[in-house]
């Protein structure tokens, strides 16, 4: 059963550059979200999408993106690449729950590292 | 402002022995999931363990557990016979009121000393 994977593993661009990253979620699974996680912080929730549609987006610009495909994998669009976009982005997957969160258990693919120069 | 606190962001301890790390989180919500994510140097955020909060009973994996305190809002995480791969930052997470998102706090980095 494989887990969740994310591509690529390591981005270098420059600024004003456009990043497409992608998630293939864990078997079973049908909500994925997406996370950024600079270097000594904890992930910041950017959004998550369901049956193809953003439902719910953290405190992030309108230069990230996403899209949800019917096989349930994801993309991140970053537009407009800043200094400040360095960091590493999170993929995690999880089945679309009724409790506080709206999810059942998340879990993680191993993330894609972008660097912006 | 809603927010999940850990307040250690550095702990040690002696391998074999336990150890203790702390989380506090806000929320209005009465049913809901906390989790504790282990996250070591390959930076690969691997779940620890799950709270469900309508079980008044602690959770407990392996050597991991749990002291859940809802009425205090808080949610520590227990190592027991504390092993080299413990080593890694440890973050708590919990659902914001309302919508389908999670915070997570700042992080614990545990060390494991020989």
């Known amino acids: 059963d494989a887990g969740v994977t994310q591509s690529p593993t390591h981005l270098i661009k420059t600024r004003g550059q456009q990043v497409t990253l992608r998630c293939s979620p864990k078997?079973?699974?049908?909500?994925v979200s997406w996370y950024q996680q600079a270097l000594g912080q904890g992930p910041q929730f950017i959004f998550q999408?369901?049956?193809?549609?953003?439902?719910q987006r953290g405190n992030f610009p309108d230069r990230f993106s996403g899209h949800q495909f019917p096989n349930y994998s994801s993309e991140l669009n970053v537009n407009a690449l800043l200094l400040g976009d360095s960091a590493l982005y999170l993929c995690?997957?999880?089945?679309?729950?009724?409790?506080?969160?709206?999810?059942?258990?998340?879990?993680f693919g191993p993330g894609t590292r972008l660097l912006v120069l | 402002a809603q927010t999940v606190t850990q307040s250690q962001p550095e702990m040690s301890v002696q391998e074999a022995e336990t150890v203790t790390l702390s989380c506090t989180y806000d929320?209005?919500?009465?049913?809901?999931?906390l989790f504790w994510y282990k996250q070591p140097p390959s930076r690969q955020m691997i779940l620890v363990i799950r709270q469900e909060a309508y079980k008044q009973q602690n959770a407990t994996e392996n050597r991991f557990s749990v002291n859940f305190q809802k009425a205090a809002k808080s949610f520590s995480l227990k190592i027991s016979d504390s092993q080299l791969g413990d080593a890694a930052m440890y973050f708590c997470?919990?659902?914001?009121?309302?919508?389908?998102?999670?915070?997570f706090g700042t992080g614990t980095s545990l060390t494991v000393i020989p």
């Open positions: 929320t209005s919500e009465s049913d809901y999931y």
């Open positions: 999408y369901y049956e193809e549609e953003e439902r």
């Open positions: 078997s079973g699974h049908d909500t």
């Open positions: 997470a919990a659902p914001k009121n309302t919508g389908n998102q999670f915070y």
């Open positions: 995690a997957s999880s089945l679309f729950g009724t409790l506080a969160g709206g999810q059942e258990t998340q879990y």
